[in-house]
C-alpha cells in the first residue's frame, strides 16, 4: 500500500500536469505551509513558470495582470484562512473585467473545520457570485480513478474560467500533514498528450440577419460606432472597414485599442468626451444609431448623451451572452464574436455611397478639440493632462502603457491621442479600484514588455507592497507619479464644495516623501520640476532595467481650472462651427 506522502504526490502532481495540459503556464504563489504542496509541485514541474509574491492581494493583481496581457489563465496558490480573504478583490476585478484566474487556495481538511482549528475558516464558496465555478476537492488519493479525477478537475477548472465571458473560478484543495511532496517517485511525472486544450468557437452572425440589419440601418440614416474598453486586437481593422463603408465616426475609448497601431485612423474621435460636455453640442448630434462594441466606455458625457436621447436605435455586440449596458436606454443585443460581426456588417455596404457630412462634422470638431487639448501655454505650471502627452510622445513602440483609475485614466481619456505605436493602453476598469493596479501593471510587463504606469499618490499607496516584485525580478516598468496630495478626482465632484469635511473625508492628502520609498526598493526615482526634465527623464527611463519612478507634483486646486478651461474653450469653438 502507498503511505499518506505517495498519495499526496501523485495526487498533486496530476492535478498540476492537468493544469498544464490544459493551457496554463504560470502561476503566481502566496507563500505558506498548507500550500506546500502545491507550492513545491508547481515550482518542482518544468511546464509551469512559477512567481512567488510575498503580499497575497499584490500576487493576485499580479496573476491578473498576467492574465491580461497574455490573453489566458493563469493559476494562483495560497494557504488557508485569511491569505484567501486576500484574493477577494482582484477575484472581483477578473469577475468585472472578464479575466480567466484559477484560484487554489489549500485548506484545512474536513475534520478541523468549524471546530476553531487554527488557520481554518470557511473557504467552500468564499468568493460567492465572484467566482464562475467552485469546486471543494476530495483528500488526495492515489487510486486510478482518484487520480484521473484529480487531473479531470484541474482541466475542467480551465475550461471553466475560459468558456463563455472568461472569468475566475476557485478551487479548494483539503489536505493532511505531513504536507512535504516525494518528487523523487517513480513515475510521478504521467506522459499525455500535450494538445488537451478545450476548443471553443466563435459566436458567427447568420448572414440573413446582417442583411436584414444592414437593410434597417440604410433606412436610418446617420450613425456612430462606439468602442469601449475591449483587448480584442483584431476589432481595430474590422471596425475600420465598417465606419468608412457606413461612413461613421467611431468614438474610440483609449482601452479600446483603437487608438494605437497601424490601421487607418481617419475615423477615429478620440475627443469626443471634451465635445460631448456641453449640452448644447449634445442636442446638435443625435445619430439614428449607436452600434457599439466593448465594455461601456469611461466617458462620463457619452453616458449622458446617451440618457438625453430616446428616440435612436441602440445596438450592443458581446462576443457572449452578458449584460454590460448601465445607461437604461432600450438597447438591442447581438451576441457574436465582434470582429466577424463588424466585417460580415461592413461586406452588406460594398457598393452603398455614402454622404459624407455627418462624419465630416464629427472630423472637423475632433480636430478642433484635439488642436485645443494639445496646445501648451509657456506659462503652464506642470499639470496632469500635459503628462498624458509627454508620455504618448515618449512612450517606446510595442510596449504598455498601465492606467490608474480616477483621474489618470480621465486624463488619458482626454489627451492621449491616436498614434501609429503599437502600444496597448490597459486598466483594472471591471470594479474600477484604486487598489492593486501597482501589481497588475507589473503583471502585464512579466513576460517581457516594457510598462509604463501612469498612477495617482494612493493608488501608489495602496499597492507599496506590489513594488517588490519588481525589485525581485528586475521588471521594466517607468511609474509615472502624480502627486496630487491626494484624492485629486473629488475636486471634481459635489463634495469639494463643503471644506469643513473635504480635506480629511475626501481629499485625504498623505504628506509622504516617496523618494525613500521608491529606493527602498531597488528604484531609480526622479522628481520632474519642468517639462523639460519630466521628457528628459522620461526618454532616459526606458533605455534602464528595472524599477523607475518619476514624480510631478501637481496642485489640486489648479487641475480642476485647468481642465475646465480646455472643456470651455473647446465648447466655444465647437458651437461657433455648428452655427456656420
Known amino acids: 500500500m502507498m503511505d499518506h506522502t505517495e498519495e499526496l504526490t501523485r495526487y498533486i502532481a496530476r492535478f498540476v500536469q492537468g493544469l498544464h495540459y490544459s493551457g496554463v503556464e504560470e502561476v503566481v504563489i502566496s507563500p505558506g505551509s498548507r500550500s506546500t504542496p502545491l507550492a513545491m509541485t508547481c515550482a518542482e514541474f518544468e511546464g509551469i513558470r512559477h512567481w512567488v509574491n510575498l503580499d497575497e492581494r499584490s500576487a493576485a493583481f499580479f496573476a491578473l495582470g498576467i492574465a491580461k496581457e497574455q490573453r489566458k489563465p493563469v493559476a494562483l496558490v495560497c494557504t488557508s484562512g485569511t491569505a484567501a480573504a486576500n484574493y477577494f478583490p482582484a477575484i472581483v476585478e477578473a469577475y468585472y473585467s472578464r479575466i480567466p484566474l484559477i484560484v487554489l487556495t489549500a485548506d484545512r481538511p474536513h475534520e478541523l473545520r468549524d471546530i476553531g482549528a487554527p488557520q481554518a475558516i470557511e473557504q467552500v464558496k468564499l468568493y460567492g457570485d465572484y467566482i464562475k465555478w467552485f469546486h471543494d476537492m476530495a483528500l488526495p488519493e492515489a487510486t486510478p480513478p482518484m487520480l484521473r479525477y484529480s487531473r479531470n478537475t484541474a482541466q475542467r477548472a480551465v ?10 473560478v476557485h478551487v479548494n484543495i483539503p489536505l493532511r500533514e505531513p504536507l512535504i511532496p516525494d518528487f523523487s517517485l517513480k513515475g510521478l511525472w504521467v506522459s499525455e498528450p500535450k494538445d488537451t486544450q478545450t476548443l471553443f468557437g466563435k459566436r458567427n452572425p447568420d448572414e440573413t440577419d446582417m442583411s436584414m440589419l444592414a437593410k434597417e440601418l440604410k433606412e436610418l440614416g446617420k450613425g456612430v460606432l462606439v468602442c469601449g474598453p475591449q483587448s480584442d ?46 449640452d448644447n453640442i449634445k442636442a446638435k448630434l443625435r445619430p439614428d444609431y449607436i452600434i457599439r462594441f466593448g465594455a461601456m466606455p469611461v466617458s462620463k458625457a457619452y ?101 490608474g483609475n ?29 487598489d492593486g493596479v501597482v501589481s497588475a501593471a507589473l503583471g502585464t510587463g512579466a513576460n517581457g ?36 496630495d491626494g484624492g485629486g478626482i473629488f475636486s471634481y465632484l459635489p463634495q469639494a464644495s463643503h471644506p469643513a469635511h473635504y480635506e480629511e473625508l475626501f481629499g485625504t492628502p498623505l504628506r509622504l516623501p516617496f523618494k525613500p520609498i521608491i529606493e527602498a526598493y531597488g528604484g531609480d526615482y526622479h522628481l520632474a520640476e519642468s517639462w523639460e526634465a519630466f521628457s528628459e527623464q522620461l526618454t532616459q527611463s526606458y533605455t534602464k532595467p528595472g524599477l523607475s519612478v518619476i514624480e510631478l507634483r501637481t496642485c489640486r486646486e489648479d487641475n480642476v481650472p485647468y481642465h475646465k478651461a480646455k472643456w470651455d474653450s473647446i465648447k466655444e469653438a465647437i458651437e461657433k462651427q455648428l452655427e456656420e
Open 233 to 278: 486586437r483584431d476589432l481595430r481593422d474590422a471596425v475600420g472597414e465598417l465606419a468608412k463603408r457606413l461612413g461613421a465616426p467611431v468614438l474610440a475609448d483609449p482601452l479600446s485599442q483603437l487608438r494605437t497601431g497601424q490601421s487607418e485612423k481617419d475615423h477615429i474621435i478620440e475627443s469626443y468626451d471634451a465635445i460631448l460636455k456641453s
Open 159 to 168: 475550461q471553466e474560467a475560459n468558456h463563455g465571458n472568461p472569468g475566475p
Open 406 to 434: 480616477s483621474m489618470p485614466i480621465r486624463d488619458v481619456d482626454t489627451f492621449f491621442m491616436s498614434t501609429p505605436k503599437e502600444v496597448e493602453i490597459m486598466a483594472n476598469r471591471g470594479a474600477n479600484g484604486i
Open 449 to 484: 514588455k516594457r510598462v509604463t504606469l501612469l498612477i495617482g499618490d494612493l493608488s501608489l499607496f495602496h499597492d507599496f507592497n506590489g513594488l517588490w516584485i519588481a525589485k525581485e525580478k528586475q521588471l521594466n516598468i517607468t511609474i509615472v507619479l502624480i502627486n496630487n
Open 303 to 403: 453616458l449622458q448623451w446617451l440618457q438625453q436621447m430616446d428616440d435612436f436605435y441602440h445596438i450592443v455586440v458581446e462576443p457572449e451572452a452578458g449584460f454590460r449596458e448601465p445607461s437604461g436606454v432600450f438597447t438591442r443585443f447581438l451576441y457574436s464574436d465582434s470582429a466577424v460581426f463588424a466585417q460580415k456588417l461592413a461586406n452588406q455596404y460594398e457598393d452603398m455611397e455614402t454622404d459624407g457630412s455627418w462624419l465630416g462634422k464629427w472630423q472637423k470638431m475632433n480636430q478642433t478639440a484635439k488642436d485645443l487639448l494639445l496646445t501648451e501655454s509657456p506659462e503652464e505650471s506642470v499639470n496632469e493632462g500635459q503628462a498624458v502627452v509627454k508620455i504618448s510622445e515618449a512612450i517606446p513602440d510595442h510596449s504598455i502603457l498601465f492606467v
